[in-house]
């Protein structure tokens, strides 16, 4: 099976940077993705790493150690707008479907 | 374009009732996936649909919960003697190919949420 895990709450400030961390654990690997998710919405997707080290898309950047079964996701310059549910994925399965971590709630205040 | 819809956006029943639940995904996308978010938590996978068949169906909870996707574009979640612990959010995926290419990218529509009386 897999199990994904994440810090379930983190807050920062406008203007900061976060980042927020994933472990993984699974039977057969293709890579980890990024989801966001605003309270009452769609998860959106944000990246996806299939081989070891950062990626990087506008303000947010994502970075797999594959030895590690570990990631993260680092947000910059943070706004408002960021305060959302940030969920880690792993594909698997003949389908490919997605295993959601819990769910990382990110506060950005004023 | 349009991306993946969902109706109804809202649904109260009974235990007991039988429900239904639609998925319109973005035109073209053969990979159709439905999930199920219950609060506080992320989304936990139910059903795969490749085209017209349902390719993995091993999240399906029990035999009470079926779908279809008659034309290999829009799908139907079935729930028959509806439970309280079926209380959650589904949400419908869609992607042009299986997991989403190369950047795994699977679009999802915005739920439609689903209480139990």
């Known amino acids: 099976g897999q199990s994904l895990e994440q810090p379930s709450e983190v807050t920062a400030v406008e203007g900061a940077i976060v980042q927020i961390n994933c472990t993984y654990q699974t039977s057969g690997f293709y890579g980890l993705s990024w989801y966001q998710q605003h309270d009452g919405g769609a998860p959106t997707f944000l990246s996806y790493?299939?081989?070891?080290g950062l990626e990087e898309t506008g303000r947010f950047s994502s970075f797999l150690s594959r030895s590690d079964s570990y990631g993260y996701l680092l947000l910059q310059e943070l706004q408002m707008k960021d305060s959302a549910s940030y969920f880690c994925a792993v594909p698997s399965g003949s389908a490919r479907q997605l295993t959601f971590g819990s769910g990382t709630q990110l506060t950005v205040l004023p | 374009g349009a991306g993946v819809s969902q109706t109804p956006s809202n649904k109260v029943t009974e235990k007991g009732k039988y429900v239904e639940l639609r998925c319109d995904p973005i035109?073209?996308?053969?990979?159709l996936y439905w999930y199920r978010q219950s609060l506080g938590q992320g989304p936990e996978f139910l059903i795969y649909?490749?085209?017209?068949?349902?390719?993995?169906d091993s999240g399906l909870p029990n035999d009470r919960f079926f779908a279809v996707r008659p034309e290999g574009s829009v799908s139907t979640l079935k729930i028959q003697r509806t439970e309280r612990g079926d209380s959650a959010v589904y949400l419908c995926?869609?992607?042009?190919?299986?997991?989403?290419?190369?950047?795994?990218?699977?679009?999802f529509g915005p739920g439609t949420r689903l209480t139990v009386l």
């Open positions: 649909f490749q085209g017209t068949g349902a390719a993995d």
């Open positions: 035109s073209g996308h053969t990979a």
């Open positions: 995926a869609s992607s042009l190919t299986r997991g989403g290419g190369t950047y795994n990218e699977q679009f």
């Open positions: 790493n299939a081989l070891d």
